[in-house]
């Protein structure tokens, strides 16, 4: 079957050259949405960072009245402990990744639709398989107008070590 060029098929010539260009700027555009460079935190700025977070750890901390005795020391270590603070704050993460994880684990519905529409129909003229000749009458083979819609659903269940 061969399609002669006329009005009607133009713009598909058009099309077919202007498609690896069109790819081409494509793939340079996300290859370079790829390429971040991270800035590094100067000096002034990580010790900013530091004082906001010392503050925000010690500032549930009743103040010093005075002298303090071994017995209140030792008291004062047990209860404002960073190392038992840091401790407890990893075992909260790790159970809500732990939860978080879960969720992963149920299952994904995914649903995307769209429409292709033109202003007139798609045609062609087409030649005859057993003369050879050129059938004299356009056709067209598609919708003016075309929907389309997608429905998928993922379950990823993974066992783990038992």
């Known amino acids: 079957m061969a399609i002669k060029g006329n009005a009607s098929t133009g713009g598909i010539c ?17 290859g370079n949405g790829c390429a ?10 990580v010790q900013v960072r530091v004082n906001e977070d ?3 750890l010690t500032k549930e901390q009743e103040p010093l009245n005075g002298p303090v ?6 008291a004062r270590a047990l ?5 038992a603070r840091v401790e407890l704050m990893h075992k909260m993460l790790a159970q809500t990744q732990l939860d978080l994880s879960h969720y992963a684990m149920l299952p ?5 639709a769209g ?10 003229v087409a030649q005859s398989l057993l003369t050879g000749r050129q059938v004299l009458e356009p ?22 070590p038992q």
């Open 115 to 124: 429409f292709d529409g033109r202003n007139n129909f798609p045609g062609g």
């Open 14 to 30: 058009r099309v077919s050259r202007i498609f690896p260009l069109v790819l081409m700027v494509m793939a340079v555009v996300s």
């Open 36 to 45: 971040i460079k991270p800035i590094p935190l100067t000096e002034g700025e």
């Open 69 to 74: 005795d071994l017995y209140e020391a030792m």
């Open 139 to 160: 056709f067209t083979s598609a919708e003016r107008n075309i929907f389309s819609a997608d429905l998928s659903l993922s379950w990823n269940v993974v066992r783990g």
């Open 108 to 112: 994904r519905l995914a649903a995307n």
């Open 79 to 83: 209860k404002y402990n960073l190392d």
């Open 54 to 56: 010392r503050a925000v």
